[in-house]
Protein backbone atom coordinates (compact mmCIF):
# COMPACT_ATOMS: atom_id res chain seq x y z
CA UNK A 1 0.00 0.00 0.00
CA UNK A 2 1.35 3.41 -0.10
CA UNK A 3 3.37 4.53 2.24
CA UNK A 4 2.79 6.64 5.33
CA UNK A 5 3.94 8.91 7.13
CA UNK A 6 2.98 11.33 10.15
CA UNK A 7 4.52 14.33 7.71
CA UNK A 8 1.61 16.18 6.15
CA UNK A 9 2.74 18.00 2.73
CA UNK A 10 4.71 21.56 3.50
CA UNK A 11 5.75 24.44 1.62
CA UNK A 12 9.90 24.80 1.37
CA UNK A 13 11.15 27.70 1.38
CA UNK A 14 10.59 29.88 -2.27
CA UNK A 15 14.39 29.06 -3.18
CA UNK A 16 14.82 25.87 -2.57
CA UNK A 17 12.91 24.44 -5.77
CA UNK A 18 14.86 20.68 -5.02
CA UNK A 19 12.31 20.24 -2.13
CA UNK A 20 9.77 20.15 -4.40
CA UNK A 21 11.52 18.39 -7.40
CA UNK A 22 12.73 15.61 -4.59
CA UNK A 23 9.13 14.81 -3.67
CA UNK A 24 9.72 15.67 -0.23
CA UNK A 25 6.89 18.52 -0.76
CA UNK A 26 3.97 19.49 -2.66
CA UNK A 27 4.40 22.41 -4.76
CA UNK A 28 1.40 24.68 -4.49
CA UNK A 29 -0.74 22.56 -1.51
CA UNK A 30 -0.19 25.55 1.25
CA UNK A 31 -0.20 28.57 -1.30
CA UNK A 32 -2.48 31.14 -0.12
CA UNK A 33 -5.61 32.60 -1.61
CA UNK A 34 -4.38 35.04 -3.90
CA UNK A 35 -1.41 32.33 -5.67
CA UNK A 36 -4.17 28.96 -5.63
CA UNK A 37 -6.61 32.40 -7.50
CA UNK A 38 -3.34 33.36 -9.74
CA UNK A 39 -3.44 29.17 -10.25
CA UNK A 40 -7.20 28.59 -11.11
CA UNK A 41 -7.15 31.13 -13.48
CA UNK A 42 -3.87 29.66 -15.81
CA UNK A 43 -5.50 26.41 -15.37
CA UNK A 44 -9.33 26.80 -15.77
CA UNK A 45 -9.15 26.38 -19.57
CA UNK A 46 -5.94 24.54 -19.69
CA UNK A 47 -7.50 21.26 -20.44
CA UNK A 48 -10.04 22.63 -23.29
CA UNK A 49 -7.46 24.91 -24.84
CA UNK A 50 -4.85 21.04 -25.32
CA UNK A 51 -7.75 20.18 -27.82
CA UNK A 52 -10.76 18.27 -25.18
CA UNK A 53 -13.32 21.66 -26.43
CA UNK A 54 -13.85 20.52 -30.08
CA UNK A 55 -16.16 17.17 -29.38
CA UNK A 56 -16.18 16.55 -32.76
CA UNK A 57 -12.39 16.07 -32.66
CA UNK A 58 -12.19 14.22 -28.97
CA UNK A 59 -11.33 11.06 -28.08
CA UNK A 60 -11.40 9.62 -24.30
CA UNK A 61 -8.25 7.61 -23.83
CA UNK A 62 -8.41 5.55 -20.63
CA UNK A 63 -11.94 3.11 -21.19
CA UNK A 64 -9.89 -0.06 -20.64
CA UNK A 65 -7.45 1.25 -17.56
CA UNK A 66 -10.45 2.60 -15.98
CA UNK A 67 -12.28 -0.36 -16.04
CA UNK A 68 -9.44 -2.20 -15.54
CA UNK A 69 -8.39 -0.84 -12.41
CA UNK A 70 -11.85 0.74 -11.07
CA UNK A 71 -15.04 0.15 -12.34
CA UNK A 72 -15.01 -4.10 -12.60
CA UNK A 73 -14.64 -4.13 -8.97
CA UNK A 74 -17.47 -2.15 -8.15
CA UNK A 75 -20.40 -4.48 -8.59
CA UNK A 76 -24.49 -4.32 -7.21
CA UNK A 77 -23.90 -0.28 -6.24
CA UNK A 78 -26.89 2.10 -6.33
CA UNK A 79 -26.00 5.31 -8.06
CA UNK A 80 -28.60 7.72 -7.13
CA UNK A 81 -25.77 10.31 -7.66
CA UNK A 82 -22.48 10.20 -9.38
CA UNK A 83 -19.93 13.11 -9.21
CA UNK A 84 -17.43 13.44 -11.85
CA UNK A 85 -14.64 15.64 -10.58
CA UNK A 86 -13.24 17.52 -13.58
CA UNK A 87 -15.01 15.20 -16.02
CA UNK A 88 -15.18 17.06 -19.07
CA UNK A 89 -17.37 15.94 -21.32
CA UNK A 90 -18.59 13.23 -18.96
CA UNK A 91 -16.76 10.10 -20.78
CA UNK A 92 -15.17 9.02 -17.77
CA UNK A 93 -18.73 7.77 -16.71
CA UNK A 94 -19.89 6.37 -19.44
CA UNK A 95 -19.41 2.51 -18.04
CA UNK A 96 -21.98 2.73 -15.75
CA UNK A 97 -24.13 5.89 -16.88
CA UNK A 98 -27.43 3.29 -17.44
CA UNK A 99 -26.91 2.81 -13.32
CA UNK A 100 -27.21 6.46 -12.58
CA UNK A 101 -30.14 8.39 -12.11
CA UNK A 102 -28.45 11.93 -12.19
CA UNK A 103 -25.02 13.00 -12.64
CA UNK A 104 -22.44 16.36 -11.56
CA UNK A 105 -19.80 17.06 -12.81
CA UNK A 106 -17.39 19.86 -11.05
CA UNK A 107 -15.90 21.65 -14.46
CA UNK A 108 -13.87 24.84 -14.32
CA UNK A 109 -14.10 25.16 -18.22
CA UNK A 110 -17.90 26.58 -19.57
CA UNK A 111 -16.78 24.76 -22.91
CA UNK A 112 -17.73 21.15 -21.89
CA UNK A 113 -21.05 22.21 -20.01
CA UNK A 114 -23.99 20.46 -20.99
CA UNK A 115 -27.88 19.04 -19.69
CA UNK A 116 -27.65 15.52 -20.18
CA UNK A 117 -25.55 12.74 -20.96
CA UNK A 118 -26.15 9.88 -22.73
CA UNK A 119 -29.97 10.60 -21.63
CA UNK A 120 -29.23 10.59 -17.93
CA UNK A 121 -29.38 14.32 -16.21
CA UNK A 122 -26.38 16.39 -15.92
CA UNK A 123 -25.55 19.27 -13.72
CA UNK A 124 -22.49 20.95 -14.42
CA UNK A 125 -20.90 23.26 -11.67
CA UNK A 126 -18.13 25.28 -11.70
CA UNK A 127 -15.29 24.65 -8.32
CA UNK A 128 -15.03 27.76 -6.11
CA UNK A 129 -11.63 29.94 -6.66
CA UNK A 130 -10.65 28.21 -3.11
CA UNK A 131 -11.90 24.92 -4.66
CA UNK A 132 -14.43 24.30 -2.41
CA UNK A 133 -17.28 21.93 -3.58
CA UNK A 134 -20.94 24.01 -3.31
CA UNK A 135 -22.17 20.04 -2.61
CA UNK A 136 -23.84 18.68 0.66
CA UNK A 137 -22.03 16.42 2.80
CA UNK A 138 -22.55 12.82 2.16
CA UNK A 139 -23.98 13.44 -1.31
CA UNK A 140 -22.54 11.26 -4.18
CA UNK A 141 -22.82 7.33 -4.23
CA UNK A 142 -19.99 7.13 -6.57
CA UNK A 143 -16.92 9.75 -7.20
CA UNK A 144 -14.85 9.98 -10.10
CA UNK A 145 -11.69 11.97 -9.82
CA UNK A 146 -9.63 10.61 -12.69
CA UNK A 147 -6.47 12.63 -13.29
CA UNK A 148 -7.43 16.13 -12.18
CA UNK A 149 -6.40 16.86 -8.70
CA UNK A 150 -2.62 17.72 -10.23
CA UNK A 151 -4.08 20.78 -12.09
CA UNK A 152 -4.98 21.89 -8.44
CA UNK A 153 -2.60 23.59 -6.48
CA UNK A 154 -4.01 22.74 -2.93
CA UNK A 155 -4.43 19.64 -3.34
CA UNK A 156 -5.39 18.32 0.09
CA UNK A 157 -7.92 20.48 0.98
CA UNK A 158 -9.77 19.71 -2.65
CA UNK A 159 -8.71 16.28 -1.53
CA UNK A 160 -11.12 16.69 1.71
CA UNK A 161 -13.49 18.43 -0.03
CA UNK A 162 -14.38 14.93 -2.07
CA UNK A 163 -14.35 13.36 0.79
CA UNK A 164 -16.84 15.42 2.57
CA UNK A 165 -19.00 15.00 -0.04
CA UNK A 166 -19.32 10.93 -0.48
CA UNK A 167 -22.03 8.95 1.31
CA UNK A 168 -20.57 6.60 3.58
CA UNK A 169 -20.50 3.45 2.78
CA UNK A 170 -19.56 4.89 -0.77
CA UNK A 171 -16.67 4.44 -3.27
CA UNK A 172 -14.18 6.96 -4.95
CA UNK A 173 -12.08 6.38 -7.80
CA UNK A 174 -8.81 8.10 -7.84
CA UNK A 175 -6.23 8.13 -10.84
CA UNK A 176 -3.42 10.48 -10.90
CA UNK A 177 0.13 10.44 -12.04
CA UNK A 178 2.79 10.22 -9.41
CA UNK A 179 5.68 11.96 -11.03
CA UNK A 180 6.59 15.65 -11.70
CA UNK A 181 5.91 15.42 -15.40
CA UNK A 182 8.79 17.39 -15.73
CA UNK A 183 9.97 21.04 -14.31
CA UNK A 184 6.88 22.99 -14.48
CA UNK A 185 8.62 26.21 -14.14
CA UNK A 186 9.11 25.55 -17.80
CA UNK A 187 7.14 25.01 -20.95
CA UNK A 188 6.29 21.30 -21.62
CA UNK A 189 4.47 19.94 -24.87
CA UNK A 190 1.14 18.29 -24.48
CA UNK A 191 0.72 19.56 -20.97
CA UNK A 192 -0.74 22.41 -19.14
CA UNK A 193 1.22 25.62 -17.89
CA UNK A 194 0.52 24.90 -13.85
CA UNK A 195 0.14 20.81 -13.69
CA UNK A 196 2.86 18.56 -11.93
CA UNK A 197 1.89 15.20 -10.76
CA UNK A 198 1.51 14.30 -6.48
CA UNK A 199 4.61 12.48 -5.06
CA UNK A 200 3.43 8.81 -3.92
CA UNK A 201 3.83 9.15 -0.28
CA UNK A 202 2.03 12.62 -0.28
CA UNK A 203 -0.41 10.97 -1.92
CA UNK A 204 -0.67 8.38 0.42
CA UNK A 205 -0.71 11.34 2.98
CA UNK A 206 -3.44 12.96 2.03
CA UNK A 207 -5.87 9.93 1.85
CA UNK A 208 -5.10 8.85 4.91
CA UNK A 209 -5.84 12.52 6.88
CA UNK A 210 -9.13 12.02 4.58
CA UNK A 211 -10.32 9.10 6.39
CA UNK A 212 -11.46 7.45 3.72
CA UNK A 213 -9.73 3.34 3.14
CA UNK A 214 -7.71 2.21 0.47
CA UNK A 215 -9.61 -0.81 -0.77
CA UNK A 216 -7.34 -1.69 -4.03
CA UNK A 217 -3.87 0.21 -5.44
CA UNK A 218 -2.87 -0.58 -8.54
CA UNK A 219 0.35 0.88 -10.51
CA UNK A 220 0.19 1.65 -14.04
CA UNK A 221 1.23 4.61 -16.65
CA UNK A 222 4.41 2.49 -17.42
CA UNK A 223 6.51 4.76 -20.11
CA UNK A 224 6.32 2.02 -22.57
CA UNK A 225 2.85 2.13 -22.77
CA UNK A 226 2.81 5.53 -23.75
CA UNK A 227 5.02 5.34 -26.60
CA UNK A 228 3.01 2.51 -27.98
CA UNK A 229 0.10 5.22 -28.15
CA UNK A 230 2.67 7.24 -29.82
CA UNK A 231 3.65 4.74 -32.68
CA UNK A 232 0.27 3.87 -33.13
CA UNK A 233 -1.85 7.14 -32.69
CA UNK A 234 -3.94 5.43 -30.71
CA UNK A 235 -4.34 5.20 -26.74
CA UNK A 236 -3.01 2.17 -25.44
CA UNK A 237 -4.87 2.71 -22.26
CA UNK A 238 -8.12 1.79 -24.72
CA UNK A 239 -6.46 -2.10 -25.10
CA UNK A 240 -7.86 -4.35 -22.67
CA UNK A 241 -4.48 -6.00 -23.72
CA UNK A 242 -1.88 -3.08 -23.52
CA UNK A 243 -3.61 -2.21 -20.37
CA UNK A 244 -2.98 -5.59 -18.72
CA UNK A 245 0.50 -5.68 -19.71
CA UNK A 246 0.55 -2.57 -18.51
CA UNK A 247 -0.42 -3.46 -15.03
CA UNK A 248 2.09 -6.12 -15.02
CA UNK A 249 4.86 -3.78 -15.92
CA UNK A 250 4.20 -1.13 -13.51
CA UNK A 251 4.19 -3.84 -10.77
CA UNK A 252 7.63 -5.23 -12.04
CA UNK A 253 9.23 -1.62 -11.74
CA UNK A 254 7.28 -0.76 -8.50
CA UNK A 255 10.48 -0.86 -6.70
CA UNK A 256 11.47 2.08 -9.10
CA UNK A 257 8.91 4.27 -8.20
CA UNK A 258 10.72 7.70 -8.06
CA UNK A 259 9.27 11.77 -8.12
CA UNK A 260 11.38 13.55 -10.62
CA UNK A 261 14.13 11.19 -12.65
CA UNK A 262 17.71 11.81 -13.13
CA UNK A 263 18.91 9.59 -15.28
CA UNK A 264 17.49 6.72 -17.80
CA UNK A 265 17.15 3.99 -15.40
CA UNK A 266 14.44 6.20 -13.25
CA UNK A 267 12.50 6.89 -15.67
CA UNK A 268 11.32 2.88 -15.97
CA UNK A 269 8.97 3.10 -13.63
CA UNK A 270 5.14 3.59 -13.16
CA UNK A 271 3.99 7.04 -13.45
CA UNK A 272 0.77 7.30 -12.13
CA UNK A 273 -1.00 5.21 -9.36
CA UNK A 274 -5.45 4.12 -9.48
CA UNK A 275 -6.92 4.09 -5.78
CA UNK A 276 -10.60 2.65 -4.91
CA UNK A 277 -11.28 4.19 -1.70
CA UNK A 278 -14.40 3.83 0.52
CA UNK A 279 -15.40 6.09 2.63
Sequence with gaps: MIAVTNRMPGQAAPDDFEHYLSGRALYGDAFDATRIAEWSADEQEGYAELGAKDRAAYRYGYRALNAFHGFRHLSGLALNQVLGFGGAHGEELLPIIRLAKSVTIVEPSLAFFKTSLHGVPAKYIRPAPSGQLLLKDDSFDLITCFGVLHHIPNVSFVF????????????????EPIVSLGDWRLARRGLTKRERGIPFAIMGRIVEASGLKIIRQALCGFPLTALL??????SAYNSALATRIDALLSA????????HPRNALQRLRPTSVFLILRK
Design 252 to 259: AFSWNVNY
Design 160 to 175: SELARVLKPGAYLLLR
Design 229 to 234: SKVTGR
